[in-house]
């Protein structure tokens, strides 16, 4: 089609155009729902023993002592990054009030993931927040170059409160140890806090010895919410809706199946979100409980993509290797063993390197941990001793369209792995 310019009717003919129906009916303030919204403090629930814990960590810098460090773990939806950043904007504000000058910044190593791009956004941070601007180039530099104008703009501060969230997406643990070093090497006179928050229970293992003993965290587990805290969470938001519009069924029903399925807020909220939308979309004038079985459906695949998404590849071929077995044989589940060859091949046809078996499990009990497959011990049979047993909790076939990024290459390995 040609760059011609969009004509634009004429209004007399757009009279009664369904484009125009606002469709306010079913919801009133439809942003409270959205991804990304950042609940008011009063609208956060259920996580009092979590935010005292931060708190604790921060409560010295707010006096202008030095602040703990800490790693936050948890499963997606946990509030591990509401909580963190909640308790820092007060630490901030409080810290203010008192006479402290108080830095913080918060890099989410999902989009910023190389050393240099965190150091970068901290340095550029901390700018904004500084009375003198000091231009930090976007390009040309390196980590170690951002980390210096970071001292340089922290000194004349007493506490500066850094959240590193997603940290394990982040290529290296660098980071983590000049911040933990920084005071100690004489960069810097200013106290530095560290919160580093990740979701994956093997990443402190994963960290160097140096970092985990210059780190001295504290290690604080965000659990799951349960049905009592999912619906809690979810009648704080119950204003998206116009009033009398949801059905008194459909929080708590929505609180329950999450909460079964996984005890993540987000995904209770997207499931609350759809069940308005179905609801929308069939032009009904309530939203009940068959509204959330229709969501539920949408959010359990979607949730399930965004994992597989967020992983890496030797995590997928893994997850990919018990998906292919499931609907290549009949058993309920299937030994580490029987995974990890269906792995190898896996590996070879798509010409990566083949992990450890041991490091292979590493990656299974990771889907396990967040809730896309289970494992258990089994009895095994009279000779076999027991061993243990991977279970895939979800359609196999949605695993195994969202492991590659083309049919091809999924028919490519399927092939393979048929020979
Ligand atoms: N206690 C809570 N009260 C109110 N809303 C919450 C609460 N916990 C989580 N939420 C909502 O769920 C969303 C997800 O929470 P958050 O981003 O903190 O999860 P997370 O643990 O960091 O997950 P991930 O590991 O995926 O980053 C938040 O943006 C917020 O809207
Ligand atoms: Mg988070």
Redesign the pocket.
């Known amino acids: 089609m040609p760059n011609d310019p969009i004509p634009t009717p004429d209004p007399a003919d757009l009279e009664g155009d369904p484009l125009n129906d606002q469709n306010t009916s079913i919801f009133e303030r439809r942003e409270l729902l959205r991804i990304?919204?950042?609940?008011a403090s009063d609208?956060?629930?259920?996580?009092s023993e979590e935010i005292n814990a931060v708190e604790s960590l921060l409560r010295p810098g707010v006096h202008g002592t030095p602040p703990g460090n800490g790693i936050i773990y948890?499963?997606?939806?946990?509030?591990?990054?509401?909580?963190a950043r909640h308790v820092t904007g007060r630490a901030q504000a409080i810290a203010k009030s008192n006479d402290v000058e108080f830095r913080s910044a918060y890099v989410d190593c999902e989009q910023s993931d190389t050393i240099t791009r965190a150091a970068r956004s901290l340095a550029q941070q901390v700018e904004r927040q500084s009375p003198d601007n000091t231009h930090i180039p976007d390009t040309g530099i390196g980590s170690s170059e951002y980390m210096n104008y970071l001292y340089e703009l922290i000194d004349s501060a007493d506490v500066f409160v850094v959240i590193i969230?997603?940290i394990d997406k982040l290529d290296g643990d660098d980071i983590l140890f000049k911040l933990s070093r920084a005071e100690e090497s004489g960069k810097t006179d200013c106290y530095i806090g560290v919160v580093a928050?990740s979701?994956k229970i093997e990443y402190y293992d994963r960290l160097g010895e140096r970092v985990k003993s210059s780190f001295q965290d504290e290690e604080l587990v965000?659990h799951p919410y349960d049905a009592d805290q999912l619906r809690d969470?979810l009648d704080?938001r119950r204003d998206a809706f116009a009033p009398g519009i949801l059905e008194d069924a459909v929080i708590p029903k929505v609180a329950a199946v999450a909460a079964q399925e996984h005890g993540d807020?987000?995904k209770a909220?997207d499931i609350l979100s759809s069940a308005g939308e179905v609801a929308s979309r069939n032009g009904d004038e309530s939203v009940t409980e068959a509204h959330v079985d229709v969501a539920q459906e949408y959010a359990a695949v979607s949730r399930v993509q965004e994992i597989i998404s967020g992983s890496t590849p030797q995590s997928r071929y893994a997850l990919f290797a018990l998906a292919y077995l499931h609907t290549t044989k009949t058993a309920g589940g299937f030994s580490t063993g029987e995974i990890y060859r269906v792995y190898e091949s896996v590996c070879r046809s798509e010409g990566m390197n083949v992990l450890s078996r041991q490091r292979v499990l590493e990656l299974l009990k990771e889907w396990a941990f967040n809730d896309i497959t289970e494992n258990k011990y089994t009895g095994g049979g009279m000779s076999e001793g027991s061993y243990r047993e991977h279970t895939l909790l979800h359609d196999p076939e949605i695993v195994l369209d969202n492991v590659f990024d083309s049919n091809k290459k999924k028919q490519d390995v399927y092939s393979s792995l048929q020979n």
């Open positions: 990304g919204h950042v609940p609208r956060i629930v259920g996580r948890g499963k997606t939806g946990s509030g591990k990054s509401l909580v969230d997603e928050i979701n965000f969470i704080k807020a987000r909220i």
